[in-house]
């Protein structure tokens, strides 16, 4: 992964005037995220992983070390420096996967000045997006979840390039989607491929039917027939055709899928026709524009859906489309360090988050406190990279989904609906809250 | 560019069921975009080079062929056909950076149907995000234009991964920002770099003072100092002591940065300020979550300001996240092709875009029609790959800027404002009139 010049111009700069200056200190720097957008309950934290790589990784090379020469900006010294840089500082976060609230430190780098500056915008980039999926496809799921269906992520073509339709894709299916269209994530991340078949296909047939059989020849265990290219109700009857073809060969039609018109009315008579043709295990999938609130209303209404195709909104967090993910100094060889300005103050100080369980066996609340004291709860950040080293073991795809999905169980119900209206309790620890007085009041706040 | 596997898993699938059938009709789509974003006025076609390179240059290689075997869902034949695999069509594009409209063909692909059908994906993949950047971006150079003030790209940390920050810091450049502070991207592109520093340097140093003057040591010549770390108006004075000190050495400060607070009253204070001290030269950049709206807002209330460095909502065309752009059948060896239900109808036959010059210079409408229709107006569709190869010449990126800036220009200002009420004049030309009455006739529509 060579991400070491996919930086901001800045981090470079404020690197050469430390190395200038002779200013190398060690500095904490941690990364949290401001707000949840309106109507969600949490975050999924993710790129973490993704982000342990690129630390232990980062590397200047010759060309990037003679673009930098070549722009005239740094002195030859700096250029030696970066040729020689490695990231050798220890980091603690969450594991991939964790769900998280606002203001919690997720991720903390502890190194020289100028290696936990250099990161902050690779960071930023990979971490943003990465939960930002993750954390969209949930309230997808869950919708969908509450009317026994699954998720089927669709994205690619409306993903911010490819990297986006790849790493949505993994996020997606970390979150609980069941599988993804993309083949280079399947590629890439062992991740089960679905699809059924574009309109082109069934257009460049004489007629629907001929269009469904000769999908069906090369397909016959395995073909999810779009029924809506011309009139959905007979694209449903010409299906029903074909599956009880299939089924006399021993053979069984997959589903088909609804892509326009009122998805609710039509699964409903889409579900009538197929049972009454002996085809009840024909799945119907439905696709179109679909988000968490379209799915709720669907589930609502009883629609017979049971596979949703969600494509724009998930890949694209549409309309959220990015999250205010930030990376703070907390503390350097002068102590503890704390932005003041009220619009955008930062917790100070080196910090752990605590989660607590209630009697119900569902978390309860989260407590930020400094990362030495004593709290009684589960410290959420575990050392992931020592001396430039990854320490913590990198663990396998499904293993993450595994663990995603099961602390997602452990949320309380009310904090998993398309429109929370509360907050989860994160409080601050004693001994954060002293320090955080002392620093106001020592700078007149 | 290694995309072959970047297809949705219908595409290949749709493809083996053509290769099965033997049916391998000579197939155009075009692609287009449906609508504009609530306010917009255009879009501009992006994304239409990569697109090129894509498409001549697919292969799959060993690896991707044994992924594919590996899943168990194709035949042998098909997966020998993939391996010889070649994209040996035809594709008319409009110029990279040309103003574009819904609904309007900027893309035509004509070949084998196997090969027409599995680039779709991917083609919408790049030209979507790109094409919504760059639109985006031109709403925001726009709006700091009509202010006198340029704008900057700061957006990679909330980019959509790393290809989203490089490709978009490309499109925000030939839509008009002056620079980006993506280093990868001034790398790979040539895009000039613009770049200030960040709170946490401020911070490690023991006074802002101090940390100015450290900066302003490496960066004689260029330095942008940020104010509003602690108060912005100490800060400004801060800055202009050290300003003053660099004009006593016969250097210059190149500016200070806002990036909280009211930007306009603050920069009204600190032009002043500045000016007091003989500072006339100092520029005002200002950030924070700024968008073309509030740009709009500072401008109308003349804000001093000179550079506005625009992150999240550019990067991310927040809120509108994703664009409507589709890939459509609309001929084959049947003829002429055209999707007929209602919500998603389509144009058929090959098609041309026909740009009309009004009696002022501006653009006055667009026509679109058959492709050899005669129509008075100058074709936006160029050949630019025959028989898989590229033959029209990859443009150099500051001629794709200079291009598609002279371009807005000749869009009447209506269509550049920020709430555009009306849209610009697509009108249908007879010929495909006909075509489109026959067809829904034909098909009982």
Same mark, same amino acid.
């Given at each position: 992964m060579d991400k070491a010049m996919l930086t901001d111009l800045y981090e470079l700069t404020m690197m050469a005037a430390y190395v200038d200056g002779r200013k190398d200190d060690t500095a904490t720097f941690e990364l949290s995220i401001r707000t949840l957008p309106e109507g969600w309950g949490y975050y999924i934290a993710n790129g973490i992983e993704d982000a342990i790589d690129y630390l232990t990784g980062i590397r200047f090379d010759r060309r990037d070390i003679a673009?930098? @020469? @070549?722009?005239?900006?740094?002195?030859? +010294? $700096? =250029? !030696?420096?970066?040729?020689?840089?490695?990231?050798?500082?220890?980091?603690?976060?969450?594991?991939? %996967?964790?769900?998280?609230?606002? &203001?919690?430190?997720?991720?903390?780098?502890?190194?020289?000045?100028?290696?936990?500056?250099?990161?902050? +915008? #690779?960071?930023? &980039? *990979?971490?943003?997006?990465q939960t930002m999926i993750a954390s969209k496809a949930s309230r997808v799921v869950n919708a969908a979840a509450r009317g026994n269906a699954v998720v089927a992520e669709f994205g690619l073509r409306r993903a911010h390039e490819e990297?986006?339709?790849?790493?949505?894709?993994?996020?997606?299916?970390? #979150?609980?989607?069941?599988?993804?269209? &993309?083949?280079? #994530?399947g590629m890439e991340y062992g991740i089960p491929l679905a699809g059924? *078949?574009?309109? +082109? $296909?069934? *257009?460049? $047939? +004489?007629?629907?039917?001929?269009?469904?059989?000769?999908?069906?020849?090369?397909f016959p265990d395995r073909s999810t027939l779009l029924i809506d290219t011309y009139d959905t109700l007979q694209g449903a009857e010409h299906a029903a055709i074909v599956g009880r073809e299939l089924a006399a060969a021993g053979k069984q039609l997959g589903g088909v899928r609804l892509d326009s018109g009122n998805l609710g009315a039509l699964a409903k008579k889409v579900r009538t026709l197929l049972d009454d043709h002996g085809l009840a295990k024909v799945r119907i999938v439905a696709s179109s524009d679909l988000n968490e609130y379209k799915i709720e209303a669907l589930v609502k209404?009883?629609?017979?859906?049971?596979?949703?195709?969600? %494509?724009?909104?998930?890949?694209?967090?549409?309309p959220v489309a990015a999250i205010p993910g930030i990376y703070k100094l907390v503390a350097d060889n002068g102590g503890a360090r704390m932005k003041l300005s009220p619009? @955008?103050?930062?917790?100070?100080?080196?910090?752990?988050? $605590?989660?607590?369980? %209630?009697?119900?066996?569902?978390?309860?609340? !989260?407590?930020?406190? =400094?990362?030495?004291?004593q709290i009684a709860g589960v410290p959420l950040m575990t050392l992931a990279v020592k001396n430039?080293?990854?320490?913590?073991?990198?663990?396998?795809?499904? /293993?993450? /989904?595994?663990?995603a999905l099961g602390e997602v169980a452990k949320l309380p119900n009310k904090f998993k609906g398309i429109d929370v209206p509360s907050s989860y309790p994160v409080e601050t620890a004693p001994a954060l809250k002293a320090l955080i007085a002392t620093l106001m009041k020592r700078s007149g706040y």
């Open positions: 673009f930098l @020469k @070549k722009k005239g900006l740094f002195k030859q +010294s $700096f =250029l !030696d420096f970066l040729e020689r840089f490695r990231f050798a500082g220890e980091v603690h976060a969450v594991r991939e %996967g964790t769900p998280i609230f606002p &203001n919690e430190p997720i991720l903390r780098v502890t190194a020289k000045l100028t290696q936990a500056q250099l990161v902050e +915008s #690779a960071l930023l &980039n *990979m971490i943003n997006f990297d986006a339709g790849l790493k949505g894709a993994r996020a997606a299916y970390i #979150a609980g989607a069941v599988g993804t269209s &993309n083949v280079k #994530a059924t *078949m574009a309109h +082109s $296909f069934i *257009m460049s $047939f +004489s007629t629907e039917l001929e269009a469904f059989r000769a999908y069906a020849r090369t209404a009883d629609a017979p859906i049971d596979i949703y195709g969600v %494509g724009t909104d998930l890949i694209a967090a549409k619009e @955008k103050r930062s917790a100070p100080g080196k910090k752990q988050v $605590f989660r607590c369980v %209630g009697a119900d066996g569902k978390y309860a609340q !989260d407590i930020v406190a =400094l990362h030495d004291e430039g080293r990854r320490v913590r073991p990198k663990p396998a795809l499904e /293993r993450i /989904r595994d663990y």
